[in-house]
């Protein structure tokens, strides 16, 4: 199939490459602009920018595809389909009516939970012991398109970002069997209210609340993980927690209870195992405390 392909960062990488190995021609990829990262401020190109150039293709990053200039440039390539990768950018009708088959979605979720842009981090967070990838056929409401394929995973235990990594290769190869079986699939229109939404994730909650159960504030510490880390504040300086233990333990919310820095949850406690100082290397926490002491009782 002639495919535009258009993804931002590396979750859409495997699924680019993927369609690649399969013989599909890419006539072109659309990615983010490039964006300035590092102490130097300089412009840096998106995860699927580089990959596509590697692979010798034709990169384009508009800022927006609103212009007529834009929308006709899109619609020249005379696609069949066109498959989106957590592009980041909304796309109009008119790009969404270009391809002859139209825009397939890969998205992080199992439709109709978690709409939006932050599936994997909402279902962690929600305790979902499930999630997974739908392939949709796209429309202008928020992932609300008829769903083609879907292929689950467990959830539990998992980081975001080892989570997203196991989705990216789950939705490479399940684009691509949805390709090669589109005449025969009957679209699947989802259920409305059965929807839930994964709204963006802030800095602000990555912030750990010990109020909560510790059940929550470990599933927190997972969700946040890599980015942009779940927190603490000590002495002026800022913590991430990267994994914990749940411990049977209580004290007020927030309190170190032990010498092996065991915080008490608003029930029972955790006890984090891999932390990060700001600036520094993450550490295991024993390592951390044979050279920073953070006393019994101090309340976090």
């Known amino acids: 199939m002639r495919i535009i392909f258009m993804g931002t960062p590396d979750f859409a990488v495997p699924a680019l490459r993927a369609l690649v190995d399969a013989g599909h021609d890419i006539v072109a990829v659309y990615s983010q602009p490039p964006r300035p990262a590092g102490r130097g401020k300089k412009l840096r190109p998106s995860a699927v920018h580089k990959a596509a150039e590697e692979l010798g293709?034709?990169?384009?990053?508009?800022?927006?595809?609103?212009?007529?200039?834009?929308?006709?440039?899109?619609a020249a390539l005379e696609a069949d389909v066109a498959v989106v990768a957590a592009y980041g950018l909304i796309l109009n009708q008119a790009i969404l009516d270009a391809p002859k088959r139209g825009c397939l979605n890969i998205h992080a979720?199992?439709?109709p939970r978690w709409r939006g842009a932050a599936p994997v981090q909402r279902a962690i967070l929600a305790g979902d012991p499930a999630t997974g990838i739908t392939i949709m056929q796209m429309e202008r409401g928020l992932d609300t398109g008829p769903m083609l394929t879907l292929a689950a995973t467990l959830s539990e235990g998992k980081t975001a970002g080892a989570l997203t990594d196991e989705l990216a290769d789950m939705g490479a190869s399940l684009i691509c069997d949805t390709l090669d079986a589109l005449d025969t699939l009957v679209p699947n229109i989802q259920d409305d209210t059965d929807a839930t939404y994964a709204d963006k994730i802030t800095k602000a909650e990555a912030r750990i609340d010990f109020s909560q159960t510790a059940e929550e504030v470990e599933r927190a510490i997972r969700a946040f993980n890599p980015m942009p880390g779940a927190f603490f504040e000590f002495d002026g300086e800022r913590f991430k927690i990267?994994?914990?233990?749940f411990v049977e333990a209580s004290g007020e919310p927030g309190s170190v209870v032990d010498d092996?820095?065991?915080i008490a949850c608003g029930?029972?406690?955790?006890?984090?195992?891999?932390?990060?100082?700001?600036?520094?290397a993450a550490?295991?926490?024993?390592?951390?405390?044979r050279g920073f002491s953070i006393p019994v009782g101090t309340r976090l």
């Open 57 to 74: 293709i034709e990169v384009r990053t508009p800022a927006s595809l609103k212009s007529d200039e834009e929308k006709a440039a899109f």
């Open 267 to 280: 029930e029972d406690a955790i006890r984090p195992t891999l932390v990060q100082r700001a600036g520094k």
């Open 242 to 245: 990267l994994a914990a233990d």
């Open 260 to 262: 092996t820095l065991t």
């Open 283 to 289: 550490m295991d926490t024993a390592d951390l405390l």
């Open 109 to 111: 979720s199992l439709l």
